[in-house]
């Protein structure tokens, strides 16, 4: 498959999703994949404030009664990484799935400064991100995903149906890509851009 070249907007903005506190507790989650998500997104991160671009941060705050989200919990917080990076950076905040779902509203801000081009990091792979990237094609921004700018967790279904980490990360990747909701794309590539 040949890869075509990258173009980043210069208004392009980089959306992270629920890099939050609660998303370390193993014993709440299960067994995570890419162990290097949070290298990628704090150097995207670095990158699109270095050249001006707008960062937005979502936050999942969870209705769940006991969610390691909820927003009376320490789980709720940003992890390090991205409190270090805050800076300017827009703040939205969400109950479900979709950032596009949350307050204040994320396609009236990206509208209001004329952004087409999103760019989609975060976690859940499979959850938040695929949500948000699917519903950001749907609107008719050009969407990217750097997959190895996200994670998740190991997910059973029905009737005993399980699948790993990785595999929801794959499948993430073929929905995405294969239904053109989004460009799967890699840290590296953008970072070259």
């Known amino acids: 498959?040949?890869?075509?070249?990258?173009?980043?907007?210069?208004?392009?903005?980089?959306l992270v999703i629920?890099?939050?506190?609660?998303?370390?507790?193993?014993?709440?989650w299960g067994p995570r994949n890419n162990p290097a998500a949070e290298e990628n997104i704090a150097a995207l991160m670095d990158a699109w404030k270095a050249s001006g671009r707008p960062v937005v941060l979502v936050q999942h705050a969870s209705r769940v009664a006991g969610s390691v989200l909820a927003p009376d919990q320490p789980g709720y917080a940003f992890k390090e990484l991205v409190e270090q990076r805050r800076y300017e950076s827009l703040l939205v905040?969400?109950?479900?799935?979709?950032?596009?779902y949350g307050t204040p509203d994320l396609a009236d801000w990206l509208t209001a400064r004329g952004i087409g081009q999103v760019v989609v990091?975060?976690?859940?792979?499979?959850m938040c991100v695929e949500t948000t990237a699917r519903m950001?094609?749907?609107?008719?921004?050009?969407?990217?995903?750097?997959?190895?700018?996200?994670?998740?967790?190991?997910?059973?279904?029905?009737e005993g149906l399980a699948l790993t980490a990785d595999e929801?990360?794959?499948?993430?990747?073929?929905?995405?890509?294969?239904?053109s909701f989004a460009r799967v794309v890699t840290t590296a590539q953008l970072l070259a851009a």
């Open 93 to 100: 905040t969400k109950t479900v799935n979709s950032a596009f």
């Open 136 to 158: 950001a094609g749907n609107l008719g921004y050009d969407v990217l995903v750097p997959l190895d700018a996200t994670h998740t967790f190991d997910l059973a279904g029905p």
């Open 121 to 126: 990091a975060g976690i859940q792979t499979n």
């Open 168 to 179: 929801l990360a794959t499948a993430t990747a073929v929905n995405l890509q294969g239904g």
């Open 18 to 28: 629920d890099v939050q506190k609660g998303f370390e507790d193993a014993s709440f």
């Open 1 to 14: 498959m040949t890869q075509t070249a990258i173009e980043i907007a210069p208004d392009s903005a980089l």
